[in-house]
Antibody
Framework: QVQLKESGPGLVQPSQTLSLTCTVS????????VHWVRQPPGKGLEWMGR???????YYNSALKSRLSISRDTSKSQVFLKMNSLQTEDTAIYYC???????WGQGVMVTVSS | DIQMTQSPASLSASLGETVSIECLAS??????LAWYQQKPGKSPQLLIY???SLQDGVPSRFSGSGSGTQYSLKINSLESEDAATYFC?????????FGAGTKLELK
């Protein structure tokens, strides 16, 4: 059974770094690509980036300078790190296999002092 | 980056009616277009992939069509459970991009 679950801090201070973990089960990270998508409260979806099954990464150009995605295949985990957070980064962050029905439940991250 | 222009932004319809939602891509996306439904507090759910393929378990009143740069989602015989926000997504090239969403309200 395919599952993805995001975890991380609910509150981050402005200018600090966000670190999120996506823990997956039911498949291997070496077989499927995992994407990160975020959604500010009451707004639309923004594709952030992806960790390809072969370890390659691709980032949204608007976030590229602040964003890093990595993985630990032995732990079935994909990591998102984004620095220099601002209030506009407040959002629900999802990890997903995208164009499938396999999405995490999302984790709400609030950027506030 | 490919821009996805989704319309309308909101829609109000009655039970039993048929509605359509459009997505226009800024360049040819070769049918690499998915439609999602999202209800408040929930993760998006895939309805349609590759422009017109119905995801398993999705009611047949949902259908997708289009090609090139123009795509649409049609919902026949609206039911109360269809009240939601709908998004399109192009995965033809990176970065993948979403439409802004269409909020469907049932009268």
């Amino acid at each position: 059974q395919v599952q993805l679950k995001e975890s991380g801090p609910g509150l981050v201070q402005p200018s600090q770094t966000l670190s999120l973990t996506c823990t997956v089960s039911g498949f291997s990270l070496m077989d499927y690509s995992v994407h990160w998508v975020r959604q500010p409260p009451g707004k639309g979806l923004e594709w952030m980036g992806r960790m390809k099954y072969d370890g390659d990464t691709y980032y949204n150009s608007a976030l590229k300078s602040r964003l890093s995605i990595s993985r630990d295949t032995s732990k079935s985990q994909v990591f998102l790190k984004m620095n220099s957070l601002q209030t506009e980064d407040t959002a629900i962050y999802y990890c997903t296999l995208i164009t499938t029905d396999y999405w995490g439940q999302g984790v709400m991250v609030t950027v506030s002092s | 980056d490919i821009q996805m222009t989704q319309s309308p932004a909101s829609l109000s319809a009655s039970l039993g009616e048929t509605v359509s939602i459009e997505c226009l891509a800024s360049e040819d996306i070769y049918n690499n277009l998915a439609w999602y439904q999202q209800k408040p507090g929930k993760s998006p759910q895939l309805l349609i992939y590759y422009a017109s393929s119905l995801q398993d378990g999705v009611p047949s009143r949902f259908s997708g069509s289009g090609s090139g740069t123009q795509y649409s989602l049609k919902i026949n015989s609206l039911e109360s459970e269809d009240a939601a926000t709908y998004f399109c997504l192009q995965d033809s090239e990176y970065p993948n991009t979403f439409g802004a969403g269409t909020k469907l309200e049932l009268k």
